[in-house]
C-alpha cells in the first residue's frame, strides 16, 4: 500500500496522521519560508489535506518552492510556494490521480 493510499485509510478511519520529512529538506537553509509557514500558506489557498510536500529547484518565481498536493472534496490540487517570498506561484487540479 502506498503511503498516499495509507494517509487516505487513516483520514476516513478518523485517524491522525502526522506529516512526513518532506523531500528536498536540504534546501531548507536556502528557503527564507519554513516548512510550517509555506503549508500554511498553501492550506490558505486550497483548503484540504496535504497528501505530499517537496522543496525543490524550479524555473519560476525565485527558483525555489515548496511543492503541496492537497486533497479536498475527492480533488487533489497542486500549491506551489515560492520558498523565499511566500507567494503561490501554482494552484491547480491534478489531473493525473483523481478518483
Excluded: W
Excluded at 491522525?16 to 500554511?40: F, M, P, S, V
Excluded at 517537496?54 to 518565481?61: D, Y
Aim: glycine share 8%; proline share 1%.
Amino acid at each position: 500500500m502506498n503511503i498516499r493510499k495509507v494517509l487516505e485509510v487513516g483520514l476516513l478511519c478518523g485517524v491522525a496522521t502526522t506529516a512526513l520529512a518532506y523531500k528536498g529538506d536540504q534546501y531548507a537553509k536556502e528557503a527564507t519560508l519554513t516548512i510550517e509557514q509555506a503549508r500554511a500558506e498553501a492550506i490558505k489557498a486550497y483548503p484540504g489535506t496535504i497528501l505530499e510536500e517537496e522543496l525543490e529547484h524550479k524555473l519560476g518565481g525565485s527558483g525555489l518552492r515548496f511543492s503541496f498536493d492537497i486533497r479536498a472534496a475527492h480533488m487533489t490540487h497542486e500549491v506551489d510556494i515560492d520558498a523565499k517570498t511566500g507567494k503561490v506561484l501554482r494552484n491547480e487540479r491534478e489531473n493525473n490521480n483523481e478518483d
